[in-house]
């Protein structure tokens, strides 16, 4: 039976993977990099520290990917990000029926926290599993499993709802199954080109 539900953030509940991907794009034009739009779309859901390097071709810390990473935080910080439609009565009738929602993102913890305030969505999250130096971001298994560690539930007592293929990738590699929503746009082609088919996959 499940019990928690673990929840990324961009393109899942906020619908910001096109501004992420603006962000990205301006940043590495500022440093002199022409980035190309649909690798750097194909890669959102991924941590900074792999995303960075199919931009520029070196090293998030790195000087050149250090200072894409750095404007592409501060032209990103500089949207305004809507919540997908219904999401907060999502979240409601999640709680209603006995589940506990934990946050599952490659974005650091503090930016995940201060997010879910913004939106007054923090009421609803008992927890989050967050990209942090010392561990794996997605599609590795490593967030997922600290949202598993931070809920005390066993793998077959959890969902993970994302958006992309790598949120799959990396809820399957921890032994969780995944739901994916297309809102984020991507398509049922991009998780079968990247051999990661969801358990189930929805519009939004």
């Not at 992420?20 to 990099?33: L, P, R």
């Not at 194909?42 to 995303?51: A, F, N």
């Not at 750095?70 to 999401?87: D, G, M, N, Q, T």
């Not at 939106?119 to 997605?138: D, N, R």
Request: proline letters at 5%.
């Amino acid at each position: 039976m499940v019990k928690v539900v673990l929840l990324d953030i961009d393109g899942t509940i906020l619908d910001s993977n096109g501004q992420h991907v603006e962000a990205y794009m301006k940043a590495a034009q500022e440093n002199g990099v022409s980035a190309d739009y649909d690798l750097v779309y194909k890669y959102i859901g991924v941590g900074g520290d792999r995303i960075i390097p199919k931009i520029c071709g070196q090293p998030e810390d790195s000087p050149l990917g250090s200072s894409i990473a750095e404007r592409k935080a501060k032209i990103f910080s500089k949207y305004k990000i809507k919540l997908f439609p219904h999401v907060e009565d999502l979240m409601r009738k999640m709680i209603d029926r006995g589940l506990k929602i934990y946050i599952a993102t490659s974005a650091e913890k503090e930016d995940a926290i201060a997010l879910m305030k913004e939106h007054k969505l923090e009421q609803y999250i008992s927890g989050y599993g967050a990209h942090e130096p010392h561990i794996e971001s997605k599609p590795g298994p490593d967030i997922v499993l600290q949202g598993l560690r931070a809920a005390k539930m066993p793998a077959n007592e959890a969902v993970m709802i994302g958006d992309t293929p790598w949120d799959v990738m990396s809820s399957h590699s921890a032994g969780v199954k995944c739901i994916a929503v297309r809102c984020g746009g991507f398509s049922e082609k991009h998780f079968r080109e990247e051999n990661s088919m969801p358990d189930q996959i929805f519009d939004d």
